[in-house]
């Protein structure tokens, strides 16, 4: 398979754990995202790395929650001290390197998810 | 930011007909406009999208109009079958920085069999 791969895509955790997922996007697509999705609503922004670089972070993102992607390839979002609020689905997605204008697309390709409970 | 609106949250149709779902949006720098499919359970998916130089795109059965003016872009979905029954988000962006999407609250769409 090679589309966008996120590991685990179920977490159970109890409130004040720390939990980490990993999302392995499609193999030279240097852009990635994540985006936290709860029930009934649409994803909602979280942060975006260009290569190795996180180069935004939405306010959504508070200090418990961090982001790697240390080579370029493969990410990590981590949340610390969960909360029952932090409940949702996580989801990564991975988008080609733009070219030439009129060549560029924008798509961006979503994993499955990882479902995140905490109770 | 950019707020974004989907109308109606809900539709049912009956299969064969046409539905149209509407997304409004309020950032006029917004030069992308997607369409996104998300099945129950399973992740979104482009079905359809159109950057602001154009103001129509068909693909099969599905097709989008952009009014770039009145702002808002419009999905079309003609002789509707049980398996487009989803969650349909549109997600209006400006693809001069991160393109990040911005997702509207998604409508829900039924096909009577």
């Known amino acids: 398979d090679t589309g966008v791969s996120q590991d685990p895509r179920h977490k159970i955790t109890k409130r004040g754990q720390n939990v980490t997922f990993r999302c392995d996007p499609i193999s030279e697509h240097n852009r990635l995202y994540w985006y936290r999705q709860t029930l009934g609503q649409g994803p909602e922004f979280l942060t975006y790395f260009q290569n190795e670089a996180q180069l935004e972070k939405s306010r959504l993102l508070s200090d418990r929650f961090s982001a790697e992607r240390p080579k370029g390839s493969f990410s990590t979002l981590e949340i610390q001290r969960t909360e029952q609020g932090d409940s949702a689905m996580y989801l990564c997605a991975s988008s080609p390197p733009r070219g030439r204008l009129a060549e560029n697309t924008y798509e961006q390709y979503f994993g499955p998810g990882t479902r995140l409970t905490v109770t | 930011g950019e707020n974004v609106e989907q109308h109606p949250s809900t539709l049912s149709v009956q299969e064969g007909d046409s539905a149209v779902i509407k997304c409004t949006y309020s950032?006029?720098?917004?030069?992308?406009f997607p369409w996104y499919k998300q099945e129950l359970g399973k992740r979104p998916q482009l079905i359809i999208d159109?950057?602001?130089?154009?103001g129509e795109k068909k693909d099969q059965r599905i097709a989008v109009t952009l009014n770039k003016t009145a702002k808002h872009f419009s999905l079309h979905i003609t002789e509707t079958q049980p398996e487009d029954s989803a969650v349909y988000f549109c997600?209006?962006?400006?693809?001069?920085?991160?393109?990040?999407?911005?997702f509207g609250k998604g409508i829900t769409l039924s096909v009577r069999p």
């Open positions: 159109i950057r602001s130089n154009v």
């Open positions: 950032d006029s720098a917004s030069n992308y």
């Open positions: 997600a209006p962006t400006w693809t001069g920085a991160n393109s990040k999407l911005t």
